[in-house]
């Protein structure tokens, strides 16, 4: 099969038939073989009725329904899943993103060779509260992954080759920053493609401004984890290393500080009197609880089912040479 096109939404009975009429448009004109998986994500309106009538008109349609709506990254974590075609194209339900654009796309994948193809909606038709917070985040979130090339990491139209959606796991709200698990997982062919952002005809957005920090949040986390998720001691244990040994030479100097003006007969306060003294002990306090969350994560860390799970690519063995030979 050549494509899998996988639509996430929640409530847009509206839009799916025009939308699906669309997709087949474009791939009888292309002649793919295809399928259509549309993932109910917990849809109070028609919306599965409309795909159960669409399944029965044609058989390229696949459907899964949630019990109650989840979110994004779980209905594309599931249509990976489904997904059969050798390029996968995710699109959103709301009929902003254009089926015209799956053939450039198909083609960036098994032609030029991407791993990844991003949408960049370069002319928006979105409002300046939407727009600039956009910028904002885009500019963060290529700094931060080092993918320099990508001006839209949160635009849904996508396409993936078939290796990429079976070796990662979207989870949360991490659906934003599929490029940059693509690249943690070893996919560095990751392009760009500019696509044209249509207005939405049917609905409102199911998103509201909190997406804008949750996504600061979960670009943190995601940082974090693929920097030191395998080696927390590198972190935790550092820092608490640094802290320990700031607030011990801080509470040294004080302690040395008294013994030399005694020695010499000169009064001074007390030791615990001292504002210092207790900045110092919390330090070390601190920095002690620091490392020993480091030690705790590499445990847990080291007893994971999954610590020595890695991507390969490619595998030569025994039984291959002697075939050649």
Known sequence: ????????????????????????????ANNFTYEVIFVNDGSTDHSWEVIERLSRQSECVKGIKFRRNYGKSPALHCGFAQAQGDVVITMDADMQDSPDEI???YKMIKTDGYDLVSGYKKKRYDPLSKT???????????????????????????????????????YGEMHRYIPYLAKNAGFNKIGEKVVKHRARKYGKTKFGLNRFFNGYLDL???WFLSSFGRKPMHVFGFL??????????????????KLCALANGVQQRLVTDSPYFYISLTMMMIGTQLFLAGFLGDLISRNSTNRNEYQIEEEIRCEDNRKNN
């Open 132 to 170: 600039i917070p956009t910028k904002l985040f885009n500019a963060t979130a290529r700094k931060i992954s080092g993918i320099k090339n990508l001006h839209d990491f949160n635009c849904g139209l996508k396409a993936y080759r078939k290796d990429v959606v079976k070796n990662i796991e979207v």
């Open 1 to 28: 099969m050549d494509i899998s096109v996988v639509v996430p939404l929640f409530n847009e009975e509206e839009s799916l038939p025009e939308l699906f009429a669309w997709i087949e448009r474009v791939m009888k």
């Open 103 to 105: 053939p450039g796309l």
């Open 240 to 257: 608490g290393s640094i802290m320990f040994m700031i607030g011990f030479v801080s509470a040294a100097i004080l302690g040395i500080d």
């Open 220 to 222: 943190i986390t995601l």
